[in-house]
């Protein structure tokens, strides 16, 4: 769990401009639990199916998939050091599966 302080100073730091962001710190329900997601969509106002959930984490994904969102896997093998990440594959069909947010950025602005 990051706070919305730390995204935001990360984000400023790295030149990354958001339309919002939305944390589970802001909403008081924290991921997986399907208020997060919903919440966020409502706040966003926009219905769940216009919204793309991008994480490594099947955990997070399968909520996300469930809750009605859009579904990117994106294979981070080094996220987790050495050893690998937990669940390094992805295991339901999401919406898109990629190798990296390269291909992920391509794959969004070819669609656009």
């Known amino acids: 769990m990051l706070p919305t302080s730390l995204v935001i100073d990360v984000s400023r730091r790295n030149g990354l401009t958001w339309d919002a962001i939305v944390s589970c710190e802001m909403i008081g329900v924290y991921k997986p639990h399907r208020e997060a997601y919903v919440t966020a ?6 219905s769940p199916d216009r919204i793309l959930m991008v994480a490594c984490h099947n955990f997070d994904l399968n909520a996300a998939h469930d809750a009605g969102l859009r579904t990117a896997f994106v294979a981070r093998p080094d ?7 937990p669940d390094p594959h992805p295991n339901m069909a ?3 599966i990629v190798d990296g947010f390269a291909a992920l950025c391509d794959l969004v602005l070819s669609t656009d």
């Open 41 to 46: 969509a409502r706040w966003l106002n926009l």
């Open 79 to 85: 996220e987790w050091g050495p050893a690998g990440p």
């Open 94 to 96: 999401y919406d898109h």
